[in-house]
């Protein structure tokens, strides 16, 4: 996420600057670059040298399978590195306006949809307790040492350069010889799906209407999701009808620990801040993904 909001960012006109733990930046990176580890290194000398106005915070754990098997790993990558990176902020004497990726995750499997803001948090898994523990550091870093804060609870996010999670593994079964793809859940489940250059549209736009955003509290938290519930099944059948009309779709009827069965935004208060935001259709978001992902293979049509 990181790499496609920096891309995003350059191209609209703003100077960017990553970290990361390689030695060099990833292939065509648009800005300048630090190798730093963010759970160990004291980054304010990193953010005082640039001083940002904005810094997005994107390391971090993404995974619910992972934090299930190693949730102490994933708390030292997730609360650690998010409290490291505050910890920067404060000390580099720079007052950047800071955003950190949130979860859906927090929510659990919410009371009622569509999901606000204001609902109780009550995580299913490891990895979204330990995002909810991150919102309490960006919390106490906004209230107690005055660091100005968006806490962006993102939904579903896909993209082409996502080689993980539901859009993928299905595209990845349907490009394959299998006659058919099979779905590890009942298929009923749902949630909110976003392409990755809509959420970065979002955070571009939520940084450059900053002085809107803020109604005299420096700790902003927002839903970022289309506000659409879609069950998996439907966006199994519309990837289908993309890539292999004449494979077969099946449910293992499976439900996997840690996962919500329903997720829907409340996306209110993304429209207030933000009234002239849409994100493209659905439809749409999958083709570019399913269109890059065949150009990769060399497939101009079904098939090779």
């Not at 009923?188 to 940084?207: C, G, K, M, T």
């Not at 801040?273 to 890059?292: E, N």
Request: glycine share 8%; hydrophobic share 40%; net charge negative.
């Amino acid at each position: 996420m990181g790499g496609m909001l920096g891309r995003y960012a350059a191209r609209a006109g703003h100077q960017v600057m990553g970290t990361g733990r390689s030695r060099q930046t990833v292939q065509n990176w648009p800005g300048e670059y630090a190798q730093a580890d963010a759970t160990a290194v004291n980054l304010s000398e990193i953010i005082s040298r640039f001083a940002p106005d904005v810094l997005f915070h994107a390391a971090g754990t993404a995974s619910v399978g992972a934090s299930l098997a190693d949730p102490l790993g994933d708390l030292q990558a997730a609360a650690l590195t998010c409290a490291n990176v505050l910890e920067g902020v404060r000390r580099s004497g720079a007052q950047p306006l800071v955003i950190i990726p949130s979860s859906a995750a927090v929510y659990g499997n919410p009371q009622s949809l569509p999901v606000t803001e204001n609902a109780p948090l009550q995580p299913i898994s490891p990895y979204g307790f330990h995002k909810a523990v991150c919102e309490m550091l960006a919390r106490e870093y906004a209230e107690c040492f005055g660091l100005d804060v968006i806490i962006c609870r993102f939904f579903s996010v896909f993209g082409s350069a996502q080689r993980r999670l539901l859009v993928w593994e299905l595209h990845k079964q349907l490009a394959g010889p299998d006659p058919i793809t099979w779905i590890d859940g009942t298929g009923s489940e749902s949630r909110d799906f976003l392409h990755i250059d809509d959420v970065a549209e979002v955070v571009l736009q939520l940084v450059e209407n900053r002085a809107s955003t803020w109604e005299g509290d420096n700790c902003l938290i927002v839903n970022v999701g289309r506000g659409t519930e879609t069950p998996v099944r439907e966006i199994a059948e519309q990837l289908r009808n993309m890539i292999a009309p004449d494979k077969e779709i099946r449910c293992r009827g499976n439900l996997r620990k840690g996962d919500p069965l329903r997720w829907c935004a409340d996306i209110s208060s993304l429209k207030s801040l933000l009234p002239s935001w849409q994100p493209r259709p659905l439809a749409d978001s999958l083709a570019l993904c399913v269109a890059a992902w065949q150009q990769e293979a060399g497939i101009s049509q079904h098939g090779s």
